[in-house]
């Protein structure tokens, strides 16, 4: 990169959102100029090529979510996409199973969700449950979800890279974000004159809105997810998931089956002690582990949306032994003969509102008409990805068209957004 570039659309983070977005303003904008910085040495480092994988098919949440609303397409899209470009995909579909009774009533709310949601979602007996699962445990009855898939989030990210260059997105890695300097960009390899800024930074998203006047009464609160993954042999058909506790945005310890038929449980929600603490103390930073420690240790205290529960509950799940025993009562196998070893961790960008102490439980934009700011977008985001994406632009669209004219002498990136509503 030179010292100083000029661009149309400036998208920071090459994450699957990133890259989404850098697909779908080329579609909108035309022949506009398309810069997407990404500080790792590839795109995917980070939250997306960490993913589970699972592609979601939208019946957790509800129906008047920006989640509900794009989780069944972005199902739909992704595997789409997949087959297009040949990538593996594991159809295995997934049950939701009850441990007792008192999940029975969720049982039935998620019927409910599934149905406003138009999502297929099939209520099965015990028995049918262990004809679709043989090794499935359930109280009575069970959920069957047969669009839940799984794909490889590395095969996923290097597919949208390649698109995006084919398509002329300038594709700069090992560029950092810096900061922001009245109308430019500082970034680690010069600065950058952008018409509009889009801020897909994951774990950092907040800091960089921070930067253009957003995100003041939101932080960015990392939560640890761990896998154990089985060293010995179990025959599993599909997901098994257990009836998740909808006051909070985690689904629970389940058995997924990877891409090439492996079997995981997990995945841990752990609060993290710095944005990416993946091992060890790796990426280690004394003042971001301040800022993320002081935010924990403020609503552990005060014991906001139930935090110090969630947080002792999670803990425990360092213990190999602890979580082999909380995915042991999804299934009628032995699981502690087989072995089990921790996989890569992945890092949750969970959004927290630090005025109301409270989780953002959708996904979150900020932005007006220089600049725009995806500040939550977790879990199902990666499924969620295409369909976001196109409703991200379209914010951004909306903002350019009330932008005022910028002066004669500067390129009218407003009239970009003529050519895209064409």
Same mark, same amino acid.
């Given at each position: 990169m030179n010292t100083r570039r000029t661009t149309d659309f400036l998208i920071i983070g090459g994450g699957v959102i990133g890259l989404a977005l850098a697909l779908e303003a080329r579609r909108r904008f035309g022949d506009a100029r398309i810069l997407l910085i990404e500080k790792e040495r590839a795109c995917?480092?980070?939250?997306?090529?960490?993913?589970? /994988?699972?592609?979601? $098919? *939208?019946?957790?949440?509800? #129906?008047?979510? +920006?989640? %509900?609303?794009?989780?069944?397409?972005?199902?739909?899209?992704?595997?789409?996409y997949g087959e297009e470009r040949g990538?593996?995909?594991?159809?295995?579909?997934?049950?939701?199973?009850?441990?007792?009774?008192?999940?029975?009533?969720g049982i039935d709310e998620l019927l409910r969700r599934s149905r406003l949601n138009g999502v297929d979602l099939q209520e099965v007996t015990e028995h049918e449950a262990r004809e679709l699962e043989p090794l499935a445990r359930t109280f009575e009855r069970a959920l069957f979800s047969p669009n839940t898939s799984t794909v490889d989030p590395t095969e996923v990210v290097s597919a949208?890279?390649?698109?995006?260059?084919?398509?002329?997105?300038?594709?700069?890695?090992?560029?950092?974000?810096?900061?922001?300097?009245?109308?430019?960009?500082?970034?680690?390899? /010069?600065?950058?004159? $952008? *018409?509009?800024?889009?801020? #897909?930074?994951? +774990?950092? %998203?907040?800091?960089?809105?921070?930067?253009?006047?957003?995100?003041?009464?939101?932080?960015?609160?990392?939560?640890?997810?761990?896998?154990?993954?089985?060293?010995?042999?179990?025959?599993?058909?599909?997901?098994?998931?257990?009836?998740?506790?909808?006051?909070?945005?985690?689904?629970?310890?389940?058995?997924t089956l990877t891409?090439?038929?492996?079997?995981?449980?997990?995945?841990?929600?752990?609060?993290?002690?710095?944005?990416?603490?993946?091992?060890?103390?790796?990426?280690?930073?004394?003042?971001?582990?301040?800022?993320?420690?002081?935010?924990?240790?403020?609503?552990?205290?005060?014991?906001?949306?139930?935090?110090?529960?969630?947080?002792?509950?999670?803990?425990?799940?360092?213990?190999?032994?602890?979580?082999?025993?909380?995915?042991?009562?999804?299934?009628?196998?032995?699981?502690?003969?087989?072995?089990?070893?921790?996989?890569?961790?992945g890092i949750r960008a969970q959004l927290v509102n630090v005025r109301r102490r409270t989780l953002e439980m959708d996904f979150h934009l900020q932005g007006d008409g220089r600049s725009m700011h995806v500040l939550n977008a977790v879990s199902p985001g990666f499924t969620c990805s295409l369909p976001f994406a196109s409703y991200v632009i379209d914010e951004v669209q909306r903002h350019l068209v009330a932008r005022p004219a910028p002066p004669q002498a500067d390129r009218p990136v407003t009239s970009l957004s003529a050519q895209g509503a064409a």
């Open positions: 995917g480092l980070h939250a997306s090529g960490r993913n589970s /994988g699972v592609l979601h $098919a *939208g019946f957790y949440y509800s #129906a008047d979510s +920006l989640k %509900a609303r794009f989780a069944r397409e972005g199902n739909q899209r992704l595997t789409r990538l593996r995909i594991n159809r295995c579909g997934k049950l939701v199973v009850a441990r007792d009774e008192t999940e029975l009533a949208m890279v390649a698109d995006a260059r084919t398509e002329r997105v300038d594709i700069r890695e090992n560029v950092r974000y810096l900061r922001r300097r009245g109308d430019l960009i500082r970034t680690s390899a /010069g600065d950058i004159s $952008a *018409g509009y800024v889009i801020n #897909a930074a994951g +774990l950092y %998203a907040d800091r960089i809105a921070r930067d253009f006047g957003f995100a003041q009464d939101y932080r960015i609160l990392p939560f640890k997810g761990l896998y154990l993954y089985a060293e010995g042999s179990l025959p599993l058909r599909c997901h098994i998931y257990p009836v998740p506790d909808l006051r909070h945005p985690f689904l629970g310890v389940h058995f891409v090439d038929g492996h079997v995981k449980i997990g995945p841990t929600a752990i609060p993290a002690f710095w944005r990416e603490q993946y091992s060890g103390v790796d990426n280690f930073h004394p003042g971001e582990f301040a800022e993320v420690v002081g935010l924990e240790a403020a609503v552990f205290l005060e014991n906001a949306f139930d935090f110090r529960r969630l947080a002792l509950h999670e803990l425990r799940k360092y213990s190999r032994r602890h979580l082999v025993r909380l995915a042991g009562g999804l299934v009628r196998s032995d699981l502690t003969s087989l072995g089990w070893r921790w996989g890569r961790a």
